[in-house]
T-cell receptor
C-alpha cells in the first residue's frame, strides 16, 4: 500500500496570510490526525477526523481548523499566520485492524515557514 | 503537564550492543503505547507497540517492555546498528481519546 502523502512539502508564507495543507491517508484508513512539531514544544496533537467528523481536538487556537472529505483525504487550514506557527506539520492515518487500531502512520510532513 | 516523559535526551551505544530507551507516563488511562523513530525533516516511522494487557512485545531486533505498576516502558534494540541512529519517541493513547501523546524524544547515536 502507498503510505501517507502530504502536500506541499515546503511552504513559505508571510505573517497574516492563511495556508492550507493537504493529506492523503493510507488506502482504507478512515482516521486522520494532524500534529505540529516545533523544537520548543515537541510533537503536539492538533485534531483528529474520522468519517468526515472531527472526533478529537487539541489545545490550539481557532485559527487552526481542518476538514475531512468522503474519500478520507484531509486538509488543515491556518488563518492569520503568526511567526510561531513555523513548524513541521504532520499528518497520520490509522485503520481499524483488530488489535492495531491505535497504530498511526505518519506522512513526511509539510515544513511551514512564516516570515 | 508532561504526561509522557523521556528523561534521557540522548544516548550513545556501541554498534552490536544493546540500546535501551526508557519512557515514563503519569496518566493511568493510557492503554496502548507505541515507539516511533524519526529522522530530521521526516515524519515519525512506527516501530513497535504494546497493549496495556501485555508486558512484552517483540518484533525482530526490537522489544518493548511495559511495567504498568511503575508506569514505565522501555524499548530494547539488539543488536544496535548504525542505521538505528535517530530520535526515538514513545507515545501513549487511550480508547475514547484517540490522540497520541508523545514524549520529548531520545536521540540515539550508534557508534561504529
Amino acid at each position: 500500500k502507498a503510505g501517507v502523502t502530504q502536500t506541499p512539502r515546503y511552504l513559505i508564507k508571510t505573517r497574516g496570510q492563511q495556508v492550507t495543507l493537504s493529506c492523503s491517508p493510507i488506502s482504507g484508513h478512515r482516521s486522520v490526525s494532524w500534529y505540529q512539531q516545533t523544537p520548543g514544544q515537541g510533537l503536539q496533537f492538533l485534531f483528529e477526523y474520522f468519517s468526515e467528523t472531527q472526533r478529537n481536538k487539541g489545545n490550539f487556537p481557532g485559527r487552526f481548523s481542518g476538514r475531512q472529505f468522503s474519500n478520507s483525504r484531509s486538509e488543515m487550514n491556518v488563518s492569520t499566520l503568526e511567526l510561531g506557527d513555523s513548524a513541521l506539520y504532520l499528518c497520520a492515518s490509522s485503520g481499524e485492524e483488530r488489535d492495531r487500531y491505535y497504530e498511526q502512520y505518519f506522512g513526511p510532513g509539510t515544513r511551514l515557514t512564516v516570515t | 503537564d508532561q504526561q509522557v516523559k523521556q528523561n534521557s535526551p540522548s544516548l550513545s551505544v556501541q554498534e552490536g550492543r544493546i540500546s535501551i530507551l526508557n519512557c515514563d507516563y503519569t496518566n493511568s488511562m493510557f492503554d496502548y503505547f507505541l515507539w516511533y523513530k524519526k529522522y530530521p525533516a521526516e515524519g515519525p516511522t512506527f516501530l513497535i507497540s504494546i497493549s496495556s494487557i501485555k508486558d512484552k512485545n517483540e518484533d525482530g531486533r526490537f522489544t518493548v517492555f511495559l511495567n504498568k505498576s511503575a508506569k514505565h516502558l522501555s524499548l530494547h534494540i539488539v543488536p544496535s546498528q548504525p542505521g538505528d541512529s535517530a530520535v526515538y519517541f514513545c507515545a501513549a493513547i487511550y480508547f475514547g481519546n484517540e490522540k497520541l501523546t508523545f514524549g520529548t524524544g531520545t536521540r540515539l547515536t550508534i557508534i561504529p
